[in-house]
């Protein structure tokens, strides 16, 4: 459900015009945009660029996690899809576009490869996706920024869990979110978090099977996706860092810091802009400049995870995101005045990139609510609720995940907790955001942890 306040846009034209920087203000087309698994975060928002009459959207692909959209992963075909969008496609549009991790930015770059339209390579794609060959090509540039790891199958046996260094950190090498991504302290607890029943083999099987099909037509890929990687746990802060890469160029957007709950590897919220400590921010373009290269990322949004070690200060990259981290878009167009869908459609289009707008705000936060302990959400919001958040909160935006049955179940097991509801919303400073959040928890009768 959307609670942004519908926007009182102004009229324009069939055509609006862009400052090329090349002389006078020149007309530009109403651009037609292909995307690619636009659920969530994409599907609230594409009707206000479709609103200002600059863009005229071709949207397919289903939604990964709500029911029934998600039955189509029982039978996706990546390749099969992908050539059904390009035969229909093909001279019928100017852009493909997606902010989807799992599927789309993938899909989005093999088509527009096939289109001819800018995107990044498709193998740059599979390499940052593929958590294994992204560790070696970190090891090999930046060995100072990569954790231990090492890799293992799905079927790994207790002797071989045995030989393993404890504590750990397992993930599979194709992720979805956090799905089966755990700290396990000994070879039994590993063990355990890998037994599954037929049908959660199956729909694993089923999440990481594009991938294993796409990677059958690149042959330099020698590992598939039915394996994990385990690595080293690490301590410190948790940072999130967004950026572009435009004419082979790295640029940063911002960073944002990643709040756990106490105890656990789960998010509790996101703060923006993370304070950042004198030459912290530098350390940070170094390391992006020196990685995205080499795993031959050129063009488009990356989202990087840190670790910062507390007393060292030493940093560690644990994530390497090809796409445009879609919960924390509206974060830089609230804070610095960057619209990132603007800018992701500008680059699609090889148009010249939009110049930012003057902020509105000081902070944005992005607020978490889940359970540990097999419970959902304990009360849904009424329409009286939703008016009232709409009325107080206009820009603020609220979705809700709550689950039961067999799909609470597989959260618990697969995520270790289950997230019921997700809050974002921009205020003066980090304040005035705590104070809001505060007041929706108390009308909508919700913990504020």
């Given at each position: 459900m959307s609670l942004?306040?519908?926007?009182?846009?102004?009229?324009?034209?069939?055509?609006?015009?862009?400052?090329?920087?090349a002389g006078p203000l020149m007309a530009v087309p109403v651009a037609r945009v292909l995307v690619l698994f636009g659920a969530d975060?994409?599907?609230?928002?594409?009707?206000?660029?479709?609103?200002?009459?600059?863009?005229?959207?071709?949207?397919?692909?289903?939604?990964?996690f709500r029911f029934p959209s998600n039955a189509r992963l029982m039978w996706f075909d990546l390749w099969r899809?992908?050539?059904?969008?390009?035969?229909?496609?093909?001279?019928?549009?100017?852009?493909?576009?997606?902010?989807?991790?799992?599927?789309g930015a993938?899909?989005?770059?093999?088509?527009?490869?096939?289109?001819?339209l800018p995107g990044a390579s498709p193998e740059s794609l599979l390499c940052a996706q593929h958590k294994f060959e992204a560790r070696q090509r970190l090891q090999a540039v930046a060995p100072d920024l990569c954790p231990r790891f090492d890799l293992i199958p799905y079927t790994i046996d207790l002797a071989a869990a045995r030989r393993l260094r404890y504590p750990l950190f397992v993930k599979p090498v194709k992720a979805t979110f956090s799905v089966l991504a755990r700290?396990?302290?000994?070879?039994?607890?590993?063990?355990?978090?890998?037994?599954?029943?037929?049908?959660?083999?199956?729909?694993?099987?089923?999440?990481?099977?594009?991938?294993?099909?796409?990677?059958?037509?690149?042959?330099?890929?020698?590992?598939?996706?039915?394996?994990?990687i385990v690595e080293e746990v690490l301590e410190g802060r948790q940072l999130n860092v967004d950026g572009y890469l435009h004419q082979g160029r790295v640029h940063l957007l911002g960073v944002t810091d990643e709040i756990m709950y106490p105890g656990t590897l789960a998010f509790q919220r996101f703060d923006y802009p993370a304070p950042l400590e004198a030459g912290l921010r530098g350390r940070l373009q170094e390391a992006a400049e020196?990685?995205?290269?080499?795993?031959?990322?050129d063009h488009?949004?990356?989202n990087l995870e840190f670790f910062v070690d507390p007393a060292s200060g030493e940093l560690k990259l644990i994530e390497i995101n090809?796409?445009?981290?879609?919960?924390?878009?509206?974060?830089?167009?609230?804070?610095?005045?960057?619209?990132?869908?603007?800018?992701?459609?500008?680059?699609?289009?090889?148009?010249?990139l939009p110049a930012p707008r003057p902020a509105r705000f000081g902070a944005a936060a992005s607020f978490v609510w889940r359970s540990f302990d097999g419970t959902s959400c304990p009360r849904r919001p009424s329409r009286a609720d939703l008016a009232w958040l709409a009325r107080e909160f206009p820009e603020a935006r609220l979705e809700i995940y709550a689950k039961k049955g067999g799909a609470l179940r597989r959260d618990m097991k697969w995520l270790g907790s289950h997230r019921w509801a997700l809050l974002n919303m921009p205020g003066r400073d980090a304040m005035q955001l705590r104070t809001g959040y505060e007041r929706i928890c108390e009308r909508l009768g919700w913990p504020a942890p």
């Open positions: 942004d306040r519908p926007l009182r846009l102004p009229a324009v034209a069939a055509e609006h015009f862009a400052d090329t920087g975060w994409d599907g609230r928002l594409l009707p206000r660029y479709a609103r200002s009459g600059r863009y005229r959207f071709h949207e397919h692909g289903f939604d990964l899809f992908v050539d059904r969008m390009v035969d229909r496609y093909r001279g019928r549009v100017d852009a493909v576009f997606s902010s989807n991790e799992q599927f993938l899909a989005a770059a093999l088509i527009a490869q096939r289109l001819g700290r396990c302290d000994t070879p039994e607890q590993l063990i355990e978090h890998l037994r599954f029943a037929p049908w959660e083999k199956h729909i694993i099987r089923r999440l990481i099977e594009p991938h294993n099909q796409a990677l059958t037509r690149f042959p330099q890929f020698r590992i598939d996706s039915q394996h994990l020196r990685v995205l290269p080499a795993i031959g990322l488009g949004f990356f090809p796409r445009l981290a879609a919960q924390l878009a509206q974060f830089h167009e609230w804070v610095l005045g960057i619209d990132t869908y603007e800018l992701g459609f500008a680059m699609a289009l090889g148009r010249p």
